[in-house]
């Protein structure tokens, strides 16, 4: 039978021995990455700057090119149309325009028109500055929940310098997204910050899988060095990290090209944080057990401790 295999099933690439120009790679990107989210800054979407929302169902499903179609000479600046829960019902997100509250009410009044009487008007909301900070807030403190949770399970799941590891690793993924929506100045919105969210998820899974390959190995291979038992680890695990991450970027990019404007961030968001998680997994998150001194208690023996202590999962 014919299989695909991306890596051979038997590698030796010394991985750990790259860990230094790697770490400062990874080091200066994220300091340019933190430096570019406030200096351009990010591309903020309107769940963030404050906007009109506009709530409209149709007597059968919406033909969403149709409406952008009559919306898109309406000098409106930013306005994106989508599905809101059934085929029917779209939601119209339209940038704050200039001016008080007498402006946002000239903009729904063409909206209206343009729009006509075919449609329905369930809801008509203006999102103010308020809003839109509470909303950056809720999802920073989201982020940093996640970060946080990672850190406590993968502590008591293996031992502190995993957990310190794993959440190093994850600090550097969302930083790297953050720093490549600066770069490109896509949109960020609330589904940017469920990628982030999702990014988080899938990079601590592929991380997990090359510790628990160190783990088992610290206790096989007692006799070796520690960089050899994680460029063991992580040559074991290669073939699983790289068909995971090849067939998830095959159905994200297939989502950015045909999905459409609507999930275009989101997907980007994904597509980057794929990269980079597998990135981090290997050239990170494994190294980091040397700088954090697992090594000291590998050679002084620690190693037969944890073997008791970690017996079971």
Known sequence: MFQIKLVPERTSIPFVNWRRPAMACSAVLVVLSLIMAFSPG??????????????????????????????????????SLQEFGAADTVLIRIEKQPGDAAAQQVAVSKVRAALGESVDYRRTEFVGPKVSGELIEAGAIAILLAVVLMLIYIWFRFEWHFGVGA?????????????????????????????????????????????????????????????????????DTLSRT????????????????????????????????????????????????????????????????????????
């Not at 697992?294 to 050679?299: A, F, P, Q, T």
């Open 242 to 313: 790289t068909m995971t991450s090849v067939t998830t970027l095959l159905a994200l990019v297939v989502l950015f090209v045909f999905g459409g404007a609507v999930i275009q961030g989101f997907v980007f968001a994904m597509i980057w944080g794929v990269i980079v998680g597998t990135y981090s997994s290997i050239f990170i998150a494994a190294p980091l057990l040397i700088v954090l001194g697992l090594g000291d208690r590998h050679r002084s023996g620690a190693g037969g401790g944890m073997d008791a202590a970690k017996s079971t999962p």
């Open 167 to 235: 959440v190093v690793a994850l600090v550097h993924d969302v930083a790297l997204s953050v720093g490549m929506f600066a770069v490109t100045q896509m949109e960020f919105n609330l589904s940017t910050i469920a990628a982030l969210l999702t990014i988080v998820g899938y990079s601590i899974n592929d991380t997990v899988v090359v510790y628990d390959r160190v783990r088992e190995n610290l206790r096989k291979y007692k006799a070796k060095s520690l960089p050899d038992v994680l460029n063991l680890a992580i040559n």
């Open 42 to 79: 990010l591309n903020f979407g309107i769940d963030f700057r404050g906007g009109i929302l506009i709530e409209v169902q149709t007597e059968g499903p919406a033909n969403l090119s149709d409406m952008r179609g009559k919306m898109g000479g309406l000098s409106l600046g930013e306005v």
